[in-house]
């Protein structure tokens, strides 16, 4: 069996000292002088920025649907339900398949960018962006609404009332003159 | 322009006054130039860009920091010594101012013109000392305290090989004017061609490192350790006159270093002061190198190069320089 012994020390020479510090500290002179001269790594931000990863987690949007001239959203609130911090709220038009969301608020200031919305939407309707800046310095800031998060803005609000309202007039244009609706909550005596 | 100049000549007590206050311009303008310089060199080490915002490539950032350090709250601590803590940032920027005196910058280019210039650089630098151990003293902080005392121990032991190098210089020109050295290099060829000086001007660019408190040495402001040293508690103006005798130091100390071993203003084709400025801005960025390089040392290994290398050598050196070059 054999007794691991420390390295014998060596007794202090102040001309061996200097020597190895002087070749230690070329060394290192060399490494900084090359890296004086290679490219910069920063990226002055607020000039110039980063691309964004294309699955980047930033403000949401809703999705257009040009085919349908409607936003995808049928105003189902899974997306609410989905939500562990309530920011969703949303106000629903028509009923039906051809349903639709005129009002669709998200307080982003609750909001965690967890993607769990963005899951357990069936309808393509909701998603994340690029867009990343949203700090503010009021709270009301926070709260996006469907102008905001509608991809085509105002525009496609407008567009997108006018199309689901159009759609609900044609259904209910092709359904029987007989099949009226009975008074919501009264029995038919 | 003459006939002002002929004009303040012709009152002694009025030119001398021009001059100091010439003189004290420079010293604060200076480490502007110098700081912006460090930023810039350390920036561009670490791959970074350094200060970029304020003014063309950042060149205005250093005025507008010492702008705000200058409107900033002057905070004495509680307990401190009051006296010794307001004087202490004044003593060590009048050092530098002192030494600035006697520096000539090109021919004709000197406040005064004195025969010890050497004697009086270094018993004027030393000031400097004293100005740390007041402020580490007075502050009431343990920080500081230790700051203080380590840069104590630190600048009277690098001040001996220091000097001990210096004085073959000495020997070497036979004056102990600034201005009677560079003539005589002018004369002769720098003093950095004779061996025993090129080994001199080694031991004092090693000692000029830890005489202004530059990295491998920087135990009196030791970030890690001491918070910052021996000026944690200044704040506002006294911090910032901290700050620019220290630059400035750093500029002076190269300066003389030109003079000694450089040649000071000498050198082809471009005027006498572009030469200075040139010599004295190639070995600050040299220092600023080494400053982004080697880790810092522990005191004892500082105290023990110092007194069991450095002056050993430097006194043979100095023994070596006289019997080959004894005049």
């Not at chain 1, 105003?75 to 989905?82: N, P, S, V």
């Not at chain 2, 910058?105 to 151990?133: C, D, H, K, Q, T």
């Not at chain 2, 036979?174 to 950095?192: D, P, R």
């Amino acid at each position: 069996m054999t007794i691991h012994q420390a390295p014998k020390r060596t007794k202090y020479n102040p001309f061996v000292y200097f020597v190895e510090g002087l070749v230690t500290l070329f060394n290192g002179m060399v490494v900084t002088w090359r890296n004086l001269w290679r490219p910069k790594v920063t990226v002055r931000y607020p000039y110039e920025r980063r691309p964004v990863p294309p699955r980047y987690r930033g403000l949401f949007y809703l999705k257009w649907n040009e085919e349908k001239g409607r936003l995808n959203c049928v105003g189902c609130t899974l997306c609410a339900q989905a939500c562990p911090t309530n920011v969703i709220s949303m106000v629903k038009i028509g009923k039906g398949q051809n349903a639709g969301v005129s009002e669709f608020t998200m307080d982003l200031g609750r909001c965690l960018f967890c993607n769990l919305c963005v899951e357990a939407c069936p309808f393509d309707a909701i998603y994340m962006g690029p867009a990343y800046e949203l700090a503010s310095e009021r709270r009301d800031a926070c709260v996006f609404r469907i102008a905001d998060l509608a991809q085509g803005g105002e525009e496609a609000v407008r567009k997108n009332i006018e199309t689901v309202m159009r759609l609900m007039a044609e259904e209910e244009q092709a359904k029987p003159a007989a099949a009226v609706h009975a008074p919501r909550g009264g029995h038919a005596e | 322009m003459e006939a002002i100049v002929q004009f303040f000549r012709d009152y002694p007590l009025l030119w001398t006054l021009v001059k100091a206050v010439v003189l004290a311009n420079f010293t604060l303008a200076i480490p502007l130039a110098v700081i912006y310089i460090e930023r810039k060199v350390a920036g561009f080490i670490q791959s970074r860009l350094g200060p970029v915002h304020v003014g063309p490539q950042g060149t205005f950032q250093t005025v507008a920091d010492a702008l705000k350090l200058l409107l900033k709250e002057d905070i004495v601590p509680a307990g401190a010594d009051k006296r010794f803590f307001y004087i202490a940032p004044y003593i060590a920027f009048v050092s530098v101012v002192l030494s600035f005196m006697v520096l000539p910058f090109a021919p004709g280019w000197v406040a005064l013109e004195m025969n010890v210039a050497v004697l009086f650089v270094i018993g004027v630098s030393l000031f400097n000392v004293v100005s740390i151990l007041m402020a580490g003293w007075s502050s009431n902080n343990k920080y500081s305290l230790l700051g203080g005392l380590r840069a104590v121990a630190q600048l009277l032991s690098y001040e001996v090989p220091m000097v001990l190098s210096v004085l073959v210089v000495v020997v070497y020109t036979g004056s102990m004017s600034l201005t009677g050295i560079i003539e005589y290099q002018v004369q002769h060829g720098w003093n950095i061609m004779h061996p025993p000086v090129m080994i001199a001007a080694i031991i004092y660019f090693v000692c000029a490192l830890a005489e202004i408190n530059r990295t491998p040495f920087d135990l009196p402001e030791a970030e890690s350790e001491l918070v910052s040293g021996f000026n944690t508690e200044y704040s506002g103006m006294r911090f910032a006159l901290f700050f620019a005798a220290e630059f400035a130091n750093n500029f002076f100390i190269t300066a003389f270093a030109a003079a000694l071993f450089f040649g000071g203003w000498d050198g082809p084709i471009l005027p006498p002061i572009v030469w200075t400025f040139v010599k004295v801005f190639v070995m600050i960025f040299v220092f600023m190198w080494v400053r982004w390089t080697p880790p810092r040392l522990r005191i004892d290994q500082i105290l023990r190069f110092a007194w069991q290398f450095l002056v050993p050598v430097s006194l043979a050196n100095l023994l070596f320089a006289v019997a080959l070059g004894v005049r």
